[in-house]
């Protein structure tokens, strides 16, 4: 079956420190991965996503790259600020039918302290 | 920026009674679909819905669980007779095209406790 296992929480850090959120999967199939977050109070949100190997995510300062090596689409930010401040969650989404579910990892709570 | 929207935010409610929890997608929008998240555990899928049918559902979306497009509008979700497990936030969401690489829409969640 598929599966997205998130690196544990909480996660918390000063501002400006670096982050690094390790997700890794396992997909039959050939899977697309995301990344979401959600803010206090609400609905997830897609930060960024890659559709096939050593694709590169990108977005608000956050990166993560498809490794179909290692079955990894690990989470960094150079400099995380206290707006980053919320839990992420690692997704995939598979080809099976016409409408494709996501899987969702457990998610992992950032504290970004001032 | 058009978003999904939930209500109500938070349904209170006894163990056996129906719930219907109530999501108005973006309006150009084609796939829909419902998620949950019982405390401290992972988002799980339970149903996605297109062309006024049930696409794919989980083993969570048994005989108690139906979905319905009632209006063109809204995207509801019913529990017929509500258990102490069910309590949890449910997520709608929705996507303009459902291949795999397209990006889902969230909304804020309706958070459900069953006493």
């Known amino acids: 079956g598929n599966s997205v296992t998130q690196m544990e929480g909480p996660v918390t850090l000063s501002e400006e420190a670096f982050l690094t959120i390790n997700c890794t999967y396992t997909a039959t199939g050939y899977p697309s991965l995301f990344w979401y977050v959600q803010y206090p109070g609400e609905g997830l949100q897609l930060l960024l996503k890659a559709t096939k190997a050593d694709d590169k995510g990108s977005n608000k300062g956050f990166e993560a790259t498809y490794r179909k090596e290692t079955t990894s689409f690990h989470l960094e930010k150079g400099s995380v600020q206290v707006s980053d401040s919320a839990v992420y969650f690692c997704?995939?989404?598979?080809?099976?039918?016409?409408?494709?579910?996501?899987?969702f990892g457990s998610g992992t709570q950032l504290t970004v302290l001032p | 920026e058009p978003e999904v929207t939930q209500t109500p935010s938070h349904q209170v409610t006894q163990m056996g009674q129906e719930v219907i929890l109530r999501c108005v997608p973006i309006s150009n929008h084609l796939y829909f679909y419902w998620y949950r998240q019982i405390l401290g555990q992972k988002v799980e899928f339970l149903v996605s819905f297109y062309n006024n049918e049930i696409s794919e559902k989980s083993e969570i979306f048994d005989d108690q669980f139906s979905v319905e497009r009632p209006d063109g509008s809204n995207f509801t979700l019913k529990i017929r007779s509500t258990k102490l497990e069910d309590s949890a936030m449910y997520f709608c969401a929705g996507a303009q095209v459902g291949g795999r690489g397209n990006e889902q829409f969230f909304g804020p969640g309706t958070r459900l406790t069953v006493l």
């Open positions: 997704a995939l989404s598979v080809s099976s039918g016409s409408a494709r579910q996501l899987t």
